[in-house]
């Protein structure tokens, strides 16, 4: 037996070569011979006899050079790289078995559903097997005989995908895209449990939230504040915070506003729960994001397994902003009322009628709501419930941009598929960056989601069925929706309507 000396480790290999290039240890069309130290060598390079082991014949040949690797032909690696791609291999998600990859194609695949033409590398890292062919008969009743003559043949040990066969140029015969059907070892594929350190970063992040969201409870009420503190949240140049005993008079009167903002919150994740719940989709714990400005910019909320098909990924994803946006409208629609209401007058606070131009939409219900001569001044008094409802609004309007694992990059992705989902997060980014939509916000809300969000959302398991005209027409419905109300209202229109006071230069 050889023991080759690379990391600085001795790597003992067999010396039975062939079984080693039997079992993929070896790529004999890759390299030829490996430097290796012979039984009496140290490893530390001292001079010591070492021996040349060669793969073609195996005679071996005395040397003082350092291990080599010569390549056969193209392409040709060097010593790093190749020790990189065996590091990469060792540290990588573990590959479908060979042997198991010849019994699923001997057992599941044939003339009556599935016959296979080629394969191909599956997965991110290439860690599963892809087959592509031509199905014989209808996908989804293709697709469930073979994934229950896979549990036969297998047991609970892989997962099988129906999908879009890549690079196609012709769709299949009887309508449609051609499928192909991917191949994963479950612990790969499916998501890993939560762990205790993101149950407490995700505890962190909620009290963090509630603490922005009583903030800006506080800077609502701004026309009351101390001169102080009122300089603080308006002067950009102000960098010492106020005296925190100066705040504590306006905390009580803060709570309603903050817990509006974080009823909002809730309400959309549970929008998700019961939507998940009948159909066994599993959800991760929320990691909500505060931010001063709306209270909270939402939460990040993971897949906790594979969703079965794209009908699911629509309805759990567009059924959170469908009921964060129910109660956020609820409580616009219900301060707007008592902002008129004189019985009330007391609890109104003044607003920047600025403030009003940033949604086109909410402007302009606010303008039929509170009139020309509420709205046509410098600030406007209002409930605190309509900035709740207004946060709530802007940020679920946020969060249904069709982006990356937004809920609305995944509604999107599951109605109309991932190529669909890159143009539009394209068209998206580049609103977000010219400022088209968002105000301020766009600036902030694009860096996070570049960071946190911009991957898209992983396959289902059907993810070929097509979802339907109805659940088409609701996802176009919602990002309509969403870009009334993130698009600001010009100064043209907002002079003519007399919404806030438009200064010309």
Known sequence: MNSCFLFGVNVCFNSNTNNNRENGNFNNKSFTRLKCN?????????DSETSELNLDDETPSSSSRPPTISPVGPPAYSNFQVDSFKLMELLGPEKVNPADVKLIKDSLFGYSTFWVTKEEPFGEFGEGILFLGNIRGTREDVFAKLTKKLNEVTGDKYN?????????EDPDPRGGPRVSFGLLRKEVSEPGPTTLWQYVIALLLFLLTIGSSVELGIASQINRLPPEVVKYFTDPNATEPPDVELLY?????????????????LFHELGHFLAAFPRKVKLGIPFFIPNITLGSFGAITQFKSILPDRSTKVDVSIAGPFAGAI??????????????????????VQVPSMLFQGSLLLGLISRASLGYAAMHAATVSIHPLVIAGWCGLTTTAFNMLPIGCLDGGRAVQGAFGKAALLGCGLTAYSLLGLGVIGGPLSLPWGLYVLICQRDPEKPCLNDVTDVGTWRKTFVVVAILFVISILLPVWDELAEELGIGLVTTF
Do not use: I, K
């Open 38 to 46: 012979g039984d009496g060598t140290n490893g530390n390079g001292d």
């Open 327 to 348: 109660l956020s409208l609820s409580m616009f629609t219900v301060g707007l009322l008592l902002s008129t209401n004189p019985d009330v007058a007391g609890d109104l």
């Open 249 to 265: 008079p306006f905390v009580e009167s803060a709570l309603p506003l903050a817990y509006g903002v974080l009823g909002v919150l």
């Open 160 to 168: 099988l995908f129906m999908v879009e066969e890549p690079n196609s």
